[in-house]
């Protein structure tokens, strides 16, 4: 099973914790390292492919900037 990762927040989807647990650039770089090697080698490990996606926090800030519906862009000036 591939690794779900997220660049921005440095998480790192966990099947085992059904969530998202922080781990570092460091650990996701020396992961996708080895997934070169062994494509290179044409050893089939799928495992080891890291996939960048946008975790829980990404989603939640991307839910705080969006402008509710009922939300009007019109203002009313009194003088």
């Not at 779900?4 to 996701?28: M, T, V």
């Not at 020396?30 to 044409?42: A, N, Q, V």
């Not at 492919?49 to 009922?70: G, L, Q, S, T």
């Amino acid at each position: 099973m591939p690794a779900h990762y997220c660049p921005l927040h440095a998480r790192l989807w966990s099947a085992k914790n059904k969530g998202w647990i922080d781990f570092s650039f460091e650990q996701i770089e020396g992961i996708k390292s080895l997934y070169r090697l062994f494509k290179d080698g044409h050893i089939d490990t799928p495992e080891y492919m890291v996939i960048e996606k946008a975790c829980d926090r990404c989603e939640a800030r991307e839910k705080n900037m969006d402008p509710p519906e009922k939300e009007s862009l019109t203002v009313t000036f009194y003088f």
